[in-house]
């Protein structure tokens, strides 16, 4: 075994694939180069000569690991129920602690260290937003608030009410804060008090995917202190809730929003607004669909916004940002997200729904100004005030 990490691809898991191929068709990277190795099952493959010994942590084996989007489709493809996120999250450790470079230290710095400081994450978030405002191209963001917001430490609502716990994330706290903003109207509105406990710190989900396994670690240690005594964690980012919900202390706990949203629309909490006529595209986030498992309720809240739904996604292919994805694999990530908008377009709607940041980002990238990306919360919650206002 050519193993150092205490915590390496576990045997069982790797035994549970039976090479049977169904993964390949979900798999965008097989999709893309139609190469064996690109695939999960080739993946399973050399991660399983490396544990056997018949291979080593090279940086071949480095290119197989790293150039995997950790989207999960495989996952939901998968008949044998192998947990491929696990596997590769556990391999892509052992390639960054045994095949060491500088651009794994530079991200090692942003996803473990930067995110979880909050007074370096304000002062990058005001840079950013100062050169907005001078002209500099945005990649995507949304244009960043001034000053810095923060939901962090906040509480709302009556103390009687049941508390809903909010997850305010890191960057999702400084540069999507309409769509706590959003969320936190939506849980008011459906009876909820709200509180976003002050301790709470990054999900980790960043750092657990590029294989720095022990910082995240260290961060699911800063929430499991912050969320002890929450009923329900709500998480409006689904990369953050598929991560949340994989934590053996309090991911039993936790809802992503749209669920909580739908459920209140569903028993009569939350209004179904009159039909305006408008076309959505819904784009499914990996790490809702294939992460948490989640398809209709994002639908049914923009149903109950009064949208007509449509699918932008034939193929179920990942968008292509997979978090630090779209820095260090551009051309790949580039080609899944001009496919990916290529599908919406072709759907003819202007408004776009995403549940998650970074697939905004990327989407906000490949798409012209003449469309609107939102979280379906964002775009429930517009619609609500406007019917309320008369509109
Ligand atoms: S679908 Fe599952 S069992 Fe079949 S090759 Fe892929 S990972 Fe292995
Ligand atoms: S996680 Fe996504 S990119 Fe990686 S092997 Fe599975 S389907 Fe392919």
Redesign the pocket.
């Known amino acids: 075994m050519s193993w150092v990490t205490t915590h390496p691809p576990a045997r069982v898991d790797l035994d549970?694939?039976?090479?049977?191929?169904?993964?390949?068709a979900v798999c965008p990277t097989y999709r893309l180069t139609g190469d064996e190795t690109a695939?999960?099952?080739g993946r399973?493959t050399a991660i399983d000569a490396v544990d056997q010994g018949i291979a080593q942590v090279d940086e071949r084996f480095g290119e197989i690991v790293d150039f995997c989007l950790q989207c999960r489709a495989?996952e939901t493809?998968?008949?044998?129920?192998?947990p491929?996120g696990q596997i590769i999250e556990s391999a892509t450790a052992e390639v960054r602690t045994q095949l060491p470079s500088t651009g794994a230290r530079l991200r090692r710095f942003a996803v473990t260290t930067a995110l979880t400081m909050p007074s370096l994450l304000r002062t990058a978030s005001v840079a950013i937003g100062v050169a907005q405002r001078l002209g500099v191209p945005s990649l995507g963001l949304r244009r960043i608030p001034l000053p810095h917001p923060t939901v962090v430490g906040g509480t709302w609502g009556p103390s009687e009410a049941t508390t809903a716990t909010l997850f305010a994330g890191c960057v999702a706290d400084a540069w999507f804060s309409d769509i706590h903003k959003a969320t936190i109207e939506l849980l008011l509105a459906a009876g909820y008090r709200v509180n976003a406990p002050s301790r709470q710190t990054c999900c980790g989900a960043l750092a657990a995917h590029d294989g720095f396994i022990d910082e995240a670690e260290r961060m699911a240690e800063g929430n499991r202190s912050a969320f002890r005594d929450a009923d329900v964690i709500v998480v409006d980012v689904a990369g953050c809730g598929a991560h949340l919900k994989a934590d053996p202390e309090f991911g039993h706990k936790v809802r992503d929003v749209t669920e909580v949203v739908a459920a209140a629309i569903e028993d009569g909490r939350l209004p179904t607004l009159p039909v305006n006529g408008e076309r959505v595209a819904v784009q499914d986030p990996c790490h809702l669909e294939h992460g948490q498992g989640i398809v209709e309720e994002p639908r049914a809240v923009l149903r109950a916004a009064g949208y007509e739904v449509v699918d932008s996604d034939a193929g179920g292919l990942c968008c292509g940002a997979a978090g630090t994805y779209l820095i260090d694999h551009r051309r790949t990530s580039a080609a899944l997200g001009a496919s990916r908008a290529d599908s919406i377009r072709a759907t003819g709607a202007k408004v776009v729904a995403s549940a998650n940041a970074g697939c905004e980002i990327q989407l906000r990238r490949h798409l012209d100004a003449g469309h609107e990306i939102r979280h379906p919360i964002e775009l429930y919650s517009k619609n609500l005030s406007s019917t309320q206002r008369g509109e």
């Open positions: 549970a694939c039976v090479t049977c191929g169904l993964c390949l695939s999960p099952r399973l495989c493809a998968c008949p044998s129920l192998v491929f």
